[in-house]
């Protein structure tokens, strides 16, 4: 690795991804469910993000959110190129992207700057030097307004304290194993394999250890070579944290997970009376860790935090908008938690999901249902919540105002741009939804069918169907039906054909109303 690195994986890209709790409209509501007053998240001017890896989930929020503009920094140029093509294909104006250090960066910032809404760190704190740490804190106290937030998430205690022997195990095979970092990975995981048939006692031992080699060996290789390669590799205690964003002047308002904020879907029952009674925030969150052995954390912090009135807090979250992430027909009522599947109300969660299922509603129009005649808004607050927390509902930017002014092009020409990507044999797997103002998931399969309607082949199932087929012969892939690959040319005309009539019927409309199309 050249000097310019500083420790982290470079060598290949990080994969590509999108993360709900990175939406500004997300941000705001979470803030907004445990009483904090959302800020300057609620209609966001400027958005900076720091290390924003290939930049698929900076593009889709910046082409969901037109009347934001998106600055994104991250050092390294394969990252940048990739980003800036997306930008420029899909005709995107309100973005700026550079190749430059959090310490670049942290040196031009002027004392007082200010011109910031929201600040987001995706992971990225966990990889990089305590260098780069010390910048991002400047580049927070010098340009964060107050009033504005910052997103910050990262691998924490104690959850992950039995791994951090095997990530370094994986970076020590590394240093000796030639090849890509994603070939290193490959050989570490091996090896792990390998000591652990052989009875190596730290796996023995660390029986949790066991699901999570078998999850490496299905992740993508280039995400866990920046997971376990990175010579800098910092696994937080959230009371570290909340003390170096605190010589910004920013205070912590709660989790971006928003189930994390619910003690009675988060932490076992025995020691809830405990955590309840903390007062002191910082403390809490402590006990919250240990009590549900957290591995990772989405945290929010505000520089200038203020507690809701409960006027403030019902007009501001009756205001707010809520649509369905996935088709109606699909809105499942297990919630997973960090208890486990929670299996909610049908009759309760299934009236919500019948409401959005028609239309684009405010929490106002939600608390009125029948339904919560005796729960009231604090019921109501608690189902529309965990419907997020599952992503099956996403909340809409900016109030009805914002709704019915918003431009979808930039989304669509994104979008359209994603599709075509999918003709070219290269998969994004997630596609801009102005409405929601955030982005929502395509499998390879919706995309391929995408693209035959924006190609004027979605007349019908027949048509639909022969694109499909035709673009899957040129790619050489197969389709995949429930984990079965279909390689039968009848049996996949059968499969294709009966999947292309559920897109038109029901995935097609659904994507209309988000403003996908």
């Not at 964003?245 to 189930?259: E, N």
Request: net charge negative; charged share 20%.
């Amino acid at each position: 690795m050249t000097a310019w690195t500083e420790g982290y994986v470079a060598d290949i890209p990080y994969a590509l991804g999108f993360y709900r709790e990175t939406v500004p409209a997300h941000i705001a509501f979470a803030a907004t469910c445990v009483g904090k007053h959302p800020g300057l998240s609620f209609r966001p001017k400027r958005v900076l993000e720091l290390g924003f890896g290939m930049g698929l989930g900076f593009v889709i929020n910046a082409a969901a959110n037109p009347n934001t503009h998106f600055e994104g920094v991250d050092f390294n140029p394969l990252h940048v190129a990739h980003a800036r093509g997306l930008i420029d294909e899909a005709e995107l104006t309100n973005v700026s992207v550079r190749e430059a250090s959090f310490q670049d960066l942290a040196r031009e910032a002027d004392e007082g700057q200010h011109d910031l809404d929201l600040i987001v760190l995706h992971g990225i704190l966990t990889w990089v030097s305590a260098e780069a740490h010390e910048a991002i804190v400047e580049i927070t106290r010098k340009r964060l307004k107050p009033g504005g937030m910052l997103y910050v998430s990262y691998n924490c205690m104690p959850g992950w304290a039995p791994v951090l022997p095997l990530q370094r195990l994986m970076r020590e095979n590394a240093r000796r194993v030639s090849g890509r970092s994603d070939q290193q990975t490959a050989s570490g995981i091996e090896l792990v394999k390998a000591l652990t048939s052989e009875g190596a006692a730290y796996f023995k031992t660390n029986t949790g250890l066991q699901q999570r080699i078998e999850k490496m060996e299905v992740l993508d290789k280039n995400y866990l070579a920046h997971e376990y390669l990175n010579a800098n590799w910092f696994i937080f205690h959230f009371a570290d944290v909340a003390d170096m964003f605190s010589r910004a002047k920013l205070d912590f308002v709660g989790s971006a997970t928003i189930g994390e904020n619910v003690d009675g879907v988060s932490v076992p029952e025995g020691v809830r009376a405990r955590i309840g009674a903390e007062a002191d925030p910082i403390f809490k969150e402590t006990l919250r860790d240990v009590a549900s052995n957290k591995q990772f954390r989405r945290d929010l912090f505000a520089r200038g935090s203020s507690t809701l009135t409960p006027a403030e807090h019902s007009v501001i979250l009756g205001a707010t908008h809520f649509v369905l992430a996935v088709p109606r027909s699909q809105v499942s009522f297990k919630i997973t938690s960090l208890l486990g599947d929670l299996d909610a109300n049908p009759e309760i969660y299934g009236a919500v999901a019948d409401l959005l299922g028609e239309k684009t509603a405010s929490f106002a129009e939600i608390a009125s249902l029948p339904v919560f005649r005796e729960g009231g808004t604090r019921s109501a607050l608690q189902v529309i919540g965990l419907f997020v927390h599952s992503g099956q509902v996403l909340p809409a930017p900016g109030g009805d105002a914002a709704i019915h002014t918003l431009d979808p092009r930039s989304a669509q020409r994104l979008n359209r741009v994603i599709a075509e990507k999918m003709l070219q044999g290269r998969t994004y797997s997630f596609l801009a939804a102005p409405i929601a103002g955030s982005g929502v998931q395509a499998a390879a399969t919706d995309l391929l069918m995408l693209a035959a309607v924006l190609n004027g082949q979605g007349e019908s199932t027949e048509t639909t169907s022969t694109y499909v087929i035709q673009a899957m012969q040129r790619l050489g892939i197969n389709w995949v039906k429930e984990g079965k690959t279909i390689t039968d040319p009848t049996e996949r005309q059968i499969v294709v054909r009966a999947d292309s009539e559920t897109f038109l019927s029901e995935k097609l409309p659904f994507w209309r109303r988000l403003g996908v199309l």
